[in-house]
């Protein structure tokens, strides 16, 4: 085991090619408005957008 990890070269655990380069402003409304529709057919879009959001986050 190395003695340091080096998260430069991590990538995100959900790979987000479904979701256009948005502002972080313009992800959260596109996840409010996903949830709030409460479609299960859009739940990868959900999962890509809090993927998105968490990896700005990290």
């Known amino acids: 085991m190395p003695d ?3 998260r430069s070269e991590m ?3 959900i790979l987000l090619a479904d ?3 948005l502002s972080d402003d ?3 409304a596109c996840l409010a408005r996903a ?3 409460h479609d299960s057919a859009r739940l990868d879009e959900v ?3 809090i993927g ?3 990896v700005t986050i990290e």
């Open 4 to 6: 340091v990890l080096d």
């Open 11 to 13: 990538a995100p655990s």
């Open 52 to 54: 998105r959001l968490a």
């Open 35 to 37: 949830v709030e529709a």
């Open 47 to 49: 999962a890509a957008l």
């Open 19 to 21: 979701v256009p380069e």
């Open 26 to 28: 313009e992800c959260l």
